[in-house]
């Protein structure tokens, strides 16, 4: 069983940067798809940014491309998520995702492994 831990969020000004982190205990991250979603108020989650781990391939959703930026340090068993440029409409529930997939899904039930999110304000 894996357990993952987010970290990082906050409250950011609009313009302003973050970086989240995700840690893993109980299983190594190197053959794990990783991925972060996101769940504003009354919204469903959705899909932000994943990472494969047989190519280290990156994808995102249209929203945040260009600004967000995924990536993973295997030697911390930790996965990353640089936020740049924040708006408002990026303020949610920030969850980090994890499968044994080669490549990450852009679905929630593409995911066996879920952290118990970090919340991340960002004020106009």
């Known amino acids: 069983q894996v357990q993952l831990v987010e970290s990082g969020g906050g409250l950011v000004q609009a313009g302003g940067s973050l970086r989240l982190s995700c840690t893993a205990s109980?299983?190594?991250?190197?053959?794990?798809?990783l991925g972060w979603f996101r769940q504003a108020p009354g919204k469903e989650r959705e899909f932000v940014a994943g990472?494969?781990?047989?190519?280290?391939?990156?994808y995102y959703a249209d929203s945040v491309k260009g600004r967000f930026t995924i990536s993973r340090d295997n030697a911390k068993n930790t996965v990353y998520l640089q936020m740049n440029s924040l708006k408002s409409e990026d303020t949610a529930v920030y969850y980090c995702?994890?499968?044994?997939?080669?490549?990450?899904?852009?679905?929630?039930?593409?995911?066996?492994?879920w952290g118990q999110g970090t919340q991340l304000t960002v004020s106009s």
């Open positions: 990472t494969g781990w047989i190519d280290a391939s990156t």
């Open positions: 109980g299983r190594t991250l190197s053959r794990i798809a």
């Open positions: 995702a994890g499968d044994p997939r080669p490549f990450p899904s852009t679905e929630v039930f593409g995911y066996n492994y």
